[in-house]
C-alpha cells in the first residue's frame, strides 16, 4: 500500500459535502440537520485518515533497508545473459517466484496479499539499480517473507540465471 492513499479520506468528505451541499437548504429543519450531519463527517474524515496513516506508514516501514556485504555486492556474475541463461532462469522463475513477485516481478503474485513485506516492484530501479552480486545474495539468503533458495536452488549457475531473468524484468 502506498502512502499515495492518503488521498482517501479527503476524497471521501469531499464527495458526501458536494452531495449534501447540493440539496437545497430551504427549511429551518433542513438547516439543523445540515449541521448534525457535519459531526459524523468529521468523524468519518478523522477516521478515515488515521486508518490511511497508519497503513502509509507501515508500508514505508516495511520498506527496510537489506544490507549487503561488500564481498558479495561485488560479486561478477560468470553468465552471459543470453537467450539459454534467460530462458533457464524464467523456467525457474515461474517455479519458485512466480507465486510472490508475480509474472513480470510486479509483486502481484497469487501469494502477494498474504506477505506480511511487500516483495517490491522489479521493474523500477530501487531493484535494477542494485548489483547483480547483491540479488544473488537476497535469492540465496532471503530475509522474513522472502525464502532463502540456497538449498532449493543448489547450482549458483541457476540463481546467476535468474538474476539475468530479473534483468529482462525492467520497464522500458
Ligand atoms: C513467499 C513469497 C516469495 C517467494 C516465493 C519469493 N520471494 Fe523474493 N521476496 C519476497 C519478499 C516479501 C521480498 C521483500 C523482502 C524484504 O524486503 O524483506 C522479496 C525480495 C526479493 C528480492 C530483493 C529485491 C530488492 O529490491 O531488494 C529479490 C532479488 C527476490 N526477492 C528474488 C526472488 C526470486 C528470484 C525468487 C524465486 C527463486 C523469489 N524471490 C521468491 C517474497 C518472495
Redesign the pocket.
Given at each position: 500500500m502506498q502512502p499515495s492513499i492518503l488521498i482517501y479520506p479527503f476524497l471521501s468528505t469531499f464527495i458526501i459535502g458536494k452531495m449534501f451541499r447540493e440539496q437545497k437548504t430551504s427549511s429551518l429543519k433542513q438547516i439543523i440537520m445540515k449541521t448534525k450531519l457535519l459531526i459524523p463527517m468529521a468523524f468519518l474524515f478523522a477516521g478515515t485518515l488515521i486508518f490511511s496513516m497508519i497503513t502509509g506508514f507501515k508500508s514505508l516501514q516495511d520498506k527496510?533497508p537489506?544490507p549487503v556485504p561488500d564481498a558479495d555486492k561485488n560479486k561478477v556474475n560468470p553468465l552471459k545473459p543470453d537467450a539459454s541463461s534467460i530462458s533457464d532462469g524464467k523456467a525457474?522463475?515461474s517455479l519458485?517466484?512466480k507465486?510472490?513477485?508475480g509474472t513480470k516481478g510486479m509483486g502481484d503474485g497469487s501469494?502477494a496479499a498474504q506477505?506480511k513485506?511487500?516483495?517490491?516492484d522489479f521493474s523500477k530501479v530501487?531493484?535494477q539499480s542494485?548489483t547483480d552480486g547483491s540479488?544473488f545474495y537476497?535469492?540465496s539468503k532471503g530475509?522474513?517473507?522472502?525464502?532463502s533458495?540456497k538449498k532449493k536452488?543448489p547450482e549458483n549457475d541457476d540463481i546467476w540465471s535468474?538474476v539475468n531473468y530479473?534483468r529482462t524484468l525492467k520497464s522500458k
Open positions: 527496510k537489506w525457474l522463475w519458485h517466484c507465486s510472490c513477485h501469494k506477505l513485506t511487500e516483495p517490491g530501487a531493484t542494485q540479488l537476497k535469492i530475509r522474513d517473507d522472502m525464502p533458495f536452488i535468474l530479473i
